[in-house]
């Protein structure tokens, strides 16, 4: 008979460990640390947003409300007459329609120059290519007040003084260099073998460029668009300088003519000027937030 063989006793696992009191109190001090941080985000948050909730409840008010020692944080007896005097004022519809030619003109102009120097800085190698590049960051730390004088004299020689045309073109020159550095590296970020997979495929290079590397810069034309846009819309100085006619004046000039049109200033009226030029700003940033992120695969998937 063969002997029978027993098998040898396994080894069992070990226990596992309870936490010992140190990595227990290193847990405890890390939530406290987040906590202290969510604590400290919520603070910023509410000082970044309270100044945009005392505009808006201010313009609710009436003056004999804001007027008193006493501020009133909830508008429970507001009314509208604020925002019905900005509506009613045929120069604020002035100003609008002169703000709104000097955005569209820009952004057409800043995004389609800004992208197409982009692609040459990033695809390209050509001679004075390193000479553009160290241009853009010279421009801009060169202070704008400083080109005032000149760029005046040169747009008053031009006719184009108080003209929607000479506003536009100061703007797309200030806006310009940072379009540019900021397209460039979207651009650059894009993968030149996507295009070069594409022309295998059997496309052209400009139909590989556009079916393929064009969606995936959507979002840096879109940032770029929200920046032009924020620039052009709420710039003041420049505008001061360029547009001395009253009659032609854009949405800042006009709410510093409303303030200093009267011996009191109704801050109300004010108040609720700066509510209404704000809605344009949020409405484009709600109409392309969305498609900030729409193109970033879009362009990598042959169709």
Known sequence: MSAVTTPAPTTLDPAPRKPTRSSEAGRAQSR?????????AVVLAAMWVFPIYWMINSAFLPLNKLQTPDPTFFPTSGTLSNFRRVLEDPTFWAAMRISLG???????AALLFAFLAALAVSRFRFRGRKGFILTILVVQMIP???LFISQYQMLDGWNLVNKVAGLSLVYTAAILPFTIWMLRGFVAGVPIELEEAGMVDGLSRTAAFFRITFPLLAPGLVAAGVYGFLQAWNEYTLALVVM???????????LQGLVESNRATDWGVVMAGSAVIAIPVIVFFLFVQNK????????????
């Open 244 to 254: 001395t006619d009253p009659a032609q004046r854009t949405l800042p000039l006009w």
């Open 102 to 108: 000097v955005v569209i003109v820009v952004l057409v």
């Open 292 to 303: 900030m992120t729409s193109g970033l695969v879009a362009g990598a998937v042959k169709g």
């Open 32 to 40: 406290g640390g987040r906590r202290a941080l969510g604590v400290l």
């Open 144 to 146: 704008a007040e400083g």
